[in-house]
């Protein structure tokens, strides 16, 4: 399995965990209905740190809300418009990610070179997983390679619970104004009055889109069934699979068409169709300002990858590559891996005698008798 399909897998676990914590995070009950003589709800606090694990979470997942929710709301009070104030919050974040995010798709995008290579080394450590697991290891660190960097893949997937719990929770609350405290100083003060119903609810925040018909960013609305199979999938989940689509297709690598496929390298591109498809799956789960969210960041990614790798893998698409597409170079191009260097010479010293390069046949045969030494070195460490 290559590393790049591994981690999609690994990618589409979190997102499975994160969906299953969003259903039972869920509450069951609804909002107060106009006329309901029942006691007004309790206003949003922060966690309180308890003996048991969930309450050692909850107060440790606190700081994170409270830090996407501060800015939520200090974006809506400049634009009263909640659909805006979550599209420009997605902005601020994915903004801040740039760095992480261009390291990751760097990182990706050299191993991607380096995939001949690696097989290689797989195939003459073949049986002895470690020794091929350590000379991959010395072979990207020479090459400057940083494994960290394809570990920021998965930041974005984090980022979706706290996100959900921002607009699920925050959104919806008669009075989040206990939220908007940090370290008892009110950062910004709401005008809330607890149990007061308006047209869109009892939740102190107008949660109503009005370029979006007037759709509830808190509630599941704009579904529609399937009338064949009768399961309700989200219109703002087919525009998300959609751009997820483009997105996975951009960052797999470009491929000749005259040249047959890997194995390996097939089953990741069929993935890449696949695995976005899933997210139809769990639509009905997820609020209408989490898919704003979503999908205004999955589109800043398309574009941060099109500045970083080009069209990627994108064409050829039904075995057809547009002339735009042929001799495309990205804004910001992916530096291959090289060979380290030779340590600078120190001051003073006398200049080294410039090394003959050897031939790409000559490193094969030497690479090749390393080998063959250390594998007889292994047998004779065996028979003893």
Request: glycine share 8%; proline share 9%; with cysteine.
């Amino acid at each position: 399995m290559s590393p790049s399909l591994r981690r999609r897998l690994i990618a589409l676990g979190l997102l499975a965990l994160v969906v299953l914590v969003v259903a039972a995070c869920t509450p069951g009950g609804g909002s107060l209905a106009p006329g309901q003589t029942i006691t007004p709800p309790t206003p949003l606090h922060p966690a309180e740190l308890k003996g048991d694990p969930l309450s050692v979470l909850a107060w440790l997942f606190t700081p994170i809300f409270q830090a996407f929710f501060l800015l939520l709301v200090g974006i809506y009070k400049l634009v009263p418009d909640i659909g805006i104030a979550i599209i420009l919050t997605t902005l601020v974040v994915r903004t801040v990610m740039v760095p992480l995010m261009r390291r990751q798709m760097v990182s990706m995008r050299q191993l991607q070179a380096l995939q001949p290579e690696i097989k290689e080394i797989q195939r003459r450590y073949k049986g002895d997983r470690m020794k091929a697991q350590q000379a991959q290891t010395e072979m990207m660190k020479e090459r400057g390679i940083s494994q960290a960097g394809c570990l920021t893949a998965f930041l974005p997937i984090l980022l979706i619970l706290p996100m959900y719990q921002v607009i699920r929770e925050g959104l919806s609350s008669p009075d989040p104004n206990p939220m908007l405290q940090v370290f008892g100083f009110q950062v910004f003060q709401l005008d809330c009055t607890v149990g007061q119903v308006h047209a869109w609810g009892t939740s102190c925040l107008n949660t109503t889109i009005p370029w979006l018909g007037g759709m509830n960013a808190a509630g599941y609305e704009g579904l529609f069934t399937i009338p064949v199979i009768g399961i309700g999938i989200s219109v703002f989940a087919i525009v998300y699979t959609l751009i997820q689509l483009v997105a996975s297709r951009l960052a797999l690598p470009a491929h000749n068409p005259n040249i047959p496929l890997d194995p390996n390298v097939r089953t990741q591109r069929a993935m890449s169709i696949w695995l976005p498809l899933i997210t139809l799956l769990y639509s009905t789960v997820i609020p209408v300002g989490l898919f704003v969210y979503l999908i205004v960041s999955t589109i800043y990614q398309v574009a941060q990858q099109f500045l970083t790798t080009g069209f990627g893998g994108m064409f050829p698409l039904f075995g057809f590559t547009p002339g735009f597409a042929r001799e495309h170079k990205p804004r910001f191009p992916v530096a291959m891996p090289t060979a380290a260097a030779s340590p600078p010479r120190a001051a003073g010293a006398p200049a080294r005698p410039p090394t003959p390069q050897k031939s790409a046949i000559e490193r094969s045969a030497s690479a090749n008798a390393t080998i063959r030494q250390r594998g007889r070195q292994g047998r004779r460490g065996r028979r003893r």
